[in-house]
């Protein structure tokens, strides 16, 4: 692995209100901007699925800019929560985390970018 991006992750505070309508919060949009829930650095590449791979996944196609992470497998991140990434070069963004496979030896995540953020 070749660790090639930092990596912070998002857990989201999900609440409901009194018409039952469910929300997430993210702690980057609050002021003061909260801290993640952690931080480890990361082997980050443009995804190339085939379409059993996408199948193994769970889907059938996915969004042109989506990401592959590759991280040791003692980190654990749960789909549904956001990562950002900082590359090499300093090039930053937010991903929603879509998937998670857990081996022995790495961990996964399907990361699809999250739009207008």
Not at 31 to 60: I, R
Not at 69 to 79: E, G, R, V, W, Y
Not at 82 to 106: E, K, L, Q
Request: glycine share 6%.
């Amino acid at each position: 692995m070749i660790l090639n991006a930092s990596v912070a992750i998002y857990v989201p505070t999900v609440t409901k209100n009194s018409a039952g309508t469910v929300t997430k919060a993210w702690g980057y949009k609050h002021t003061p901007k909260l801290n993640p829930a952690f931080m480890f650095d990361a082997d980050v590449h443009p995804a190339s699925l085939s379409a059993m791979k996408l199948a193994e996944w769970g889907y059938d196609s996915i969004p042109s800019d989506t990401k592959l992470l590759f991280a040791d497998p003692s980190i654990s991140a749960a789909k549904g929560s956001r990562a950002y990434v900082t590359d090499y070069t300093g090039a930053s963004a937010y991903y929603d985390i879509m998937g998670v496979n857990a081996w022995p030896r790495h961990v996964e995540m399907l990361l699809f970018p999250v739009q207008g953020e």
